[in-house]
């Protein structure tokens, strides 16, 4: 039997604030259904659309507009889907599907078991990282932003990230709510 050696002190300390931004995910989550992920808070908002093959494709431009418009819940969750794809896929297994081939999963649910599986790959990957894997450059190569940083950099940009995208899907979530208790129309 092959033992995996114990998370340096700096990859435990990652894992704590991963699992401390996710309890904040998990807090939004019964909010979360079909309706909310759809629903754009502003005309013009990017957001997820299917396609007329059944895949659910996310509004993107390039460069972004200025200003970068609102998101629907949908989209965020897609957005997380992509990046932590992506990075998983460049610091573990050695490349990743093109931001074209990465698409929403078409509900609430669906979007929720997705970034949870790939938060729990991240948590794992991360807990078997040693001093010299999270100083590393080697990971990194390739990845569309970050090429050349250490590891560690690149899983405290995801923290960031994570935090920064689950305080946007709880931001819409209690908007939609306000509007709702004051009578808006809420369409989709």
């Known amino acids: 039997m092959t033992s995996v050696p114990a998370a340096s002190a700096r990859a435990d ?5 991963l699992d401390t931004v996710w309890s904040l995910f998990t807090h939004h989550r019964p909010a979360l259904d079909d309706a909310a992920c759809l629903w754009e808070p502003a005309p013009g908002a990017w957001t997820v659309r299917e396609d ?41 297994d050695g490349g990743s599907p093109e931001r074209e081939e990465i ?16 938060k729990d790959r991240w948590r794992a990957e991360l807990l ?30 995801v923290n960031f990230e994570l935090a920064k ?7 819409t979530l209690h908007l939609r709510k306000a509007l709702a208790g004051r009578g808006v129309a809420l369409g989709a």
Request: net charge negative.
């Open 165 to 171: 995208n689950v305080s946007e899907i709880g931001l």
């Open 13 to 17: 300390l990652l894992v704590r604030q």
């Open 128 to 157: 078997r990282l040693g001093d010299s894997d999270l100083d590393s450059v080697e990971r990194t190569r390739g990845l569309p932003w970050g090429e050349g940083l250490p590891l560690v950099d690149i899983a405290s940009w």
């Open 103 to 118: 698409f929403w999963p078409g509900g609430a649910d669906g979007a929720v078991r997705w970034v949870q599986e790939l």
């Open 52 to 92: 007329e093959r059944g895949r659910w494709v996310p509004d993107w431009q390039v460069p972004e507009p200025d200003p970068v418009p609102t998101t629907s819940i949908a989209w965020l969750t897609w957005h997380i889907g992509y990046w932590w794809t992506t990075t998983l896929g460049h610091c573990f």
